[in-house]
């Protein structure tokens, strides 16, 4: 069945940067556009990023120039790296995947907390 393990949260101070990983299994990952998605407190899940099977990325408007998403296909493993976290980014951070503009599977992995803080 499809699971995703996302790792590398923590907290970190306002400015600093963390790397999360997604190991993905259970479909063909190579051929799959993968997604981060965060959920904050209190409010819903949102999109963060993509990155397409051909390696086409995109952004929300709230983390463009400061995160880059990107894949290892070889190791079925998306990343996100996160420079210049501010405390609008604390979140419970995602990943899923879907066929090009396809619904996401419908399993969801535990996610990764992370919290920007002084």
């Known amino acids: 069945q499809v699971q995703f393990v996302e790792s590398g949260g923590g907290l970190v101070q306002p400015g600093g940067s963390l790397r999360l990983s997604c190991a993905a299994s259970g479909f063909t990952f190579s051929i799959f556009t993968v997604k981060w998605y965060r959920q904050a407190t209190g409010k819903e899940r949102e999109l963060v990023a993509t990155?397409?099977?051909?390696?086409?990325?995109n952004y929300a408007d709230s983390v463009k120039g400061r995160f880059t998403i990107s894949r290892a296909n070889g190791k079925n493993t998306v990343y996100l790296q996160m420079n210049s976290l501010n405390v609008e980014d604390t979140a419970v951070y995602y990943c899923?995947?879907?066929?090009?503009?396809?619904?996401?599977?419908?399993?969801w992995g535990p996610g990764t907390q992370v919290t920007v803080s002084s």
């Open positions: 899923n995947a879907a066929m090009g503009r396809g619904p996401d599977f419908s399993s």
């Open positions: 990155i397409a099977s051909k390696g086409n990325t």
